[in-house]
């Protein structure tokens, strides 16, 4: 929980993840592995196998919902336009940083323009959107010049505050467990299996992909030798879904169509083996980096799983019971045969 709990106070919004992908690479490295990164900026290590004739990608995305400075407005508050899937009315309130291309960070907070109930009659009715909410920025400005003399400008990315938080009942809730947990569960997974010496059954590429937010996270730089692709993201949470925060969930389809049947019902099959609290799930609003590698037209199996997140893109939370059944089903995964071997 630690790990994951370091990830969501790192600020990674997509196209801005250099500084935790620095972290984990040098994760990796103390654990005598090598990483390089592809030219989208997604780090990969790779696990050798017994067998490297069939190999296997499992991937899980650091990037997080974010934003960027779209407008400094002539009050020297900031309009945003948004990175990836948010919602406004989720980010109401939020505090955030706001990183200038100089190296300096600045705080604000994002808030709707008309947020004083005492100026604005209808301020609990006017619709949440981009031209109603701003930035206001921590810093004695008044006016579009002030803000520049700060060296904020149109294109300087915003990264949302996590309010990370662990309870004693064995709950995290913060922004961005989405993918954080599942990068967590990677990054402990990899540590295990390199201090106790477990060989894997075949060569795995372990990819940290930094793009999923916006689509194309990890559709490139797949070996041939790949048969196998699994995304290690999240499992929704909602009216008519099965999954829930204390279990792994397994997803059969989602906005992009199935997932590869048989290795879902491999992951079901060792989660049954192994008397893992699981769900089987269907995400009608959703994509991964597996279902985007397909699009992009590699020929691999693929599958998708997660730990079930509350609140999906907003305030999320999760059990550690969930963190543990995921890293369990993809360390038996691991061990298991590909499908047709």
């Not at 048989?262 to 192994?274: G, N, S």
């Not at 009608?284 to 590698?293: M, R």
């Not at 992009?296 to 550690?320: C, K, M, Q």
């Amino acid at each position: 929980m630690q790990i994951i709990y370091d990830l969501v106070n790192t600020p990674s919004p997509t196209g801005f993840t250099d500084q935790i992908l620095d972290q984990i690479e040098d994760y990796l490295a103390k654990l005598g592995l090598a990483s390089w990164r592809n030219n989208k900026g997604g780090l990969i290590t790779t696990l050798p196998g017994k067998s490297s004739e069939k190999q296997r990608m499992v991937t899980a995305h650091v990037d997080a919902l974010g934003a960027m400075v779209k407008e400094i407005k002539a009050n020297g508050r900031l309009k945003l336009a948004l990175i990836g899937g948010s919602r406004w009315n989720h980010l109401e309130g939020e505090y955030c940083q706001i990183f200038s291309a100089d190296g300096k960070t600045y705080k604000g907070t994002i808030l709707m323009h008309q947020t004083s109930v005492h100026v604005y009659k209808d301020s609990g009715s006017v619709e949440r959107s981009g031209d109603n909410m701003e930035v206001r920025v921590d810093e004695k400005v008044d006016s579009a010049n002030d803000v520049r003399k700060l060296g904020i400008n149109v294109g300087d990315f915003v990264a949302f505050d996590p309010r990370a938080e662990i309870t004693e009942s064995g709950f995290i809730k913060s922004r961005h467990l989405d993918d954080k947990a599942s990068v967590g569960i990677l990054m402990y997974l990899i540590q295990a299996i390199r201090e106790n010496d477990i060989k894997l059954p075949y060569t795995t590429h372990i990819l940290f992909s930094n793009h999923e937010e916006v689509g194309y996270g990890g559709n490139s730089n797949i070996p041939n030798q790949v048969v196998e692709y699994l995304a290690v993201d999240m499992g929704a949470i909602g009216d008519g879904q099965t999954t829930d925060e204390y279990s792994v969930s397994i997803c059969a389809m989602d906005s992009s169509g199935p997932y590869n049947y048989h290795l879902r019902q491999r992951l079901v099959d060792l989660a049954e083996k192994h008397q893992l609290n699981y769900k089987v799930d269907i995400y009608p609003y959703y994509g991964s980096d597996a279902s985007a590698a397909l699009r992009a037209g590699h020929d691999i199996i693929h599958g998708l799983i997660g730990p079930g997140i509350d609140a999906s893109h907003a305030f999320e939370r999760t059990h550690v019971e969930a963190i543990i059944n995921t890293a369990k089903l993809v360390y038996y995964y691991l061990l298991s045969p590909i499908i047709n071997d």
